[in-house]
Every structure is written in structure tokens, then in C-alpha cells.
């Protein structure tokens, strides 16, 4: 899975992942819920594949990423998307960007680990329950213990997997990368965690599944 990211996973390059055949699905860049509902037309114009079953030309499957801080917002969004032809919906609570967390978006609800909760379960009950609802989340705004309560969080909440960045929101991308606490909570959790974060090579992989028992 690569992870999504702002300005590079656009419709573009997920149509060559799906032709590079290494790939078990692909996920949007964010669509950022603030002041108002995001309206179909927005949804379609960031994920075009929903036109097409939610995949790309080679068959793809793509999720839909939403971030923001409103659970009624988020939820009427992830519905729409859904009714758009979205078959995953995927939330943001990793993003590090300065300007997102002003606005009450990604990263910065980590310090709040009830608010994330309420968020997955809003939009957990605004979908169909064939439909998963994943959380994409850091270790913590500055340190890295608070992921245990935010990933248990977001099991409360119904998430269907998560996806941990082995970084807190203060390091951004910095060096090192911290896999040791993706395991611990993958161990306690009792929900699948995808391990994300500094994996380049088929090295970096091995590692990565060895210090975390990640399969993805």
C-alpha cells in the first residue's frame, strides 16, 4: 500500500499503481471536511474511479480519504462518497502540514483521543457496515505514548483497521522512525494495523514486519 500523500497519490499515479500490479489498493489524497459538507461534485472531482466502482482503469480498488474534526460533517461526507460509488472510506488523523492543524485537521486530533473516537464512530454509522472505515494515525503530537489510547480509541469506535506512522506529529518526517510501539498495539488491539513509515526497500519491509509482526 502506498501511502497516500498530498500532491503525489492524485488520480494520476494511482492509475500507475494499478498498472504496476504491486499494489492491494489505493488511497486518495485527502479531501479536507471544514465549514460545509463536501458535495458530490467535489467527492467525483478528487476521485474519479468512483465513476467506475471505485477503481482504477486496471482494477485497483480506491478509497476515499477524509480529514477533518467535525463528526457530523465527516459522517454526511463519507455518506455521500459512498452513495458517489466509494467502497472504503479511510480517516485522517496523521497529517503533520501546519496549516491543516490550525484548522482542527489531521495530526491535532491526537490530543484528543475521545473526539477521534466519536469521529470514526459517526462516520462508522453513517456508511454501510460492508463498507470499511479505516484511521490513519502518528504515535502522538510529541510524544509517543499516546497511541496506545488513540488506536484503542479508534477500535471503540468501530474502525476496521489502522494504519500507524511511526512518528509523532513534532518530527514530522524526520529521522529515526520509531516501528517498536507499532507492535505493541497491533498485539493489544484486536483489529488489523498496517505499519507505515521509512519502508523503501524489501530490507526496510523485512524489518519492518519483523520488529512489528505487520503483514502490510
Known amino acids: 500500500i502506498l501511502a497516500p500523500m498530498e500532491g503525489v497519490t ?9 498498472e ?8 486518495t489524497e485527502f479531501l479536507r471536511v471544514s465549514h460545509s459538507v463536501l458535495p458530490r461534485s467535489v ?5 474519479p474511479e468512483l465513476r467506475h466502482g471505485s477503481r482504477t482503469a486496471t482494477g485497483l480498488p480506491v478509497a476515499v480519504q477524509l480529514l477533518g474534526g467535525d463528526p457530523g460533517r465527516m459522517a454526511e461526507s463519507a455518506a455521500i462518497a459512498v452513495e458517489s460509488g466509494a467502497v472504503a472510506i479511510d480517516l485522517n488523523f496523521g497529517c503533520p502540514a501546519k496549516t491543516v492543524n490550525r484548522h482542527d485537521g489531521g495530526a491535532t486530533l491526537l490530543k484528543y483521543p475521545t473526539r477521534l ?27 509517543t505514548d499516546p ?15 489502522l494504519t500507524i506512522h511511526g512518528r509523532t506529529r ?33 530490507d526496510d519491509f523485512r524489518r519492518c514486519r519483523e520488529i512489528t509482526g505487520c503483514m502490510h
Open 43 to 47: 467527492i467525483l472531482r478528487h476521485a
Open 10 to 18: 492524485d488520480a494520476p499515479m494511482r492509475a500507475v499503481q494499478g
Open 147 to 161: 497511541i496506545f489510547e488513540n488506536a484503542a480509541m479508534a477500535a471503540e469506535g468501530g474502525a476496521s483497521w
Open 20 to 27: 504496476a500490479g504491486a499494489f492491494s489498493f489505493a488511497v
Open 117 to 143: 473516537r466519536d469521529i470514526v464512530a459517526a462516520v462508522r454509522a453513517a456508511v454501510p457496515k460492508s463498507v470499511p472505515v479505516s484511521a490513519k494515525v502518528r504515535l502522538g503530537w510529541d510524544s
Open 170 to 202: 513534532l518530527a514530522g518526517y524526520a529521522p529515526p522512525i520509531h516501528w517498536e510501539p507499532i507492535g505493541r498495539v497491533r498485539e493489544r488491539l484486536g483489529i488489523p494495523v498496517v505499519a507505515n513509515g521509512d519502508i523503501w526497500s524489501l
